[in-house]
């Protein structure tokens, strides 16, 4: 059975984006990371949020561009929105609920990871109870603003158990279980 992940780049001071969606900090932190590389092949699908989907790209200008981490993972796409594109989007299938997004999500992934992307959806996925773990690629930069990794004003406290923790020359990677 599929499990449901949800992974980000983060700055030290808990960013994942900079103002306004910006992605371009993250470009000088992308590089070799043997975490990422296991990553890859265990995951079965992807469920994105669709600003992360229509969102700024590290990639930006490059044969990368617009692919999931930068085009070393192929595979099923499910983007939650209420606001699906007019015209079809090749290799994405767009859901309107959370509920139908994870189930089409966890059907695709087999006994893989369904890796979440972004803040909104994975916040929706721990709210519903269906977040398994969270991985942190912390990057050594202070962003200041943008997109939080998880943003809950007044909310209550999510506990985590360290699975692992991995130290790169770029980043430090945090593999966290849910507690239930």
Request: net charge negative.
């Amino acid at each position: 059975m599929s499990r449901m992940l949800y992974s980000a780049t983060m700055s030290l001071d808990g960013f994942i984006a900079g103002p306004g969606g910006d992605m371009s900090w993250l470009t000088e932190h992308v590089g070799p990371n043997p975490t990422v590389d296991t990553l890859i092949g265990e995951i079965g699908a992807l469920l994105v949020g669709n600003r992360t989907f229509r969102g700024d790209d590290p990639h930006k200008g490059t044969a990368k561009e617009g692919k999931p981490f930068g085009g070393g993972w192929t595979g099923p796409q499910f983007v939650l929105t209420h606001q699906p594109p007019a015209a079809p989007v090749p290799g994405i299938t767009f859901v309107g609920d959370l509920d139908s997004g994870v189930a089409a999500a966890k059907a695709a992934a087999g006994d893989k990871y369904v890796n979440v992307l972004g803040a909104d959806v994975a916040h929706q996925c721990l709210d519903a109870g269906v977040l398994d773990e969270v991985l942190v690629f912390v990057a050594p930069v202070l962003l200041g603003d943008g997109v939080r990794l998880f943003d809950r004003p007044g909310g209550a406290k999510v506990r985590l158990e360290p699975l692992s923790v991995t130290h790169t020359p770029r980043m430090t990677d945090l593999w966290l279980r849910v507690a239930r």
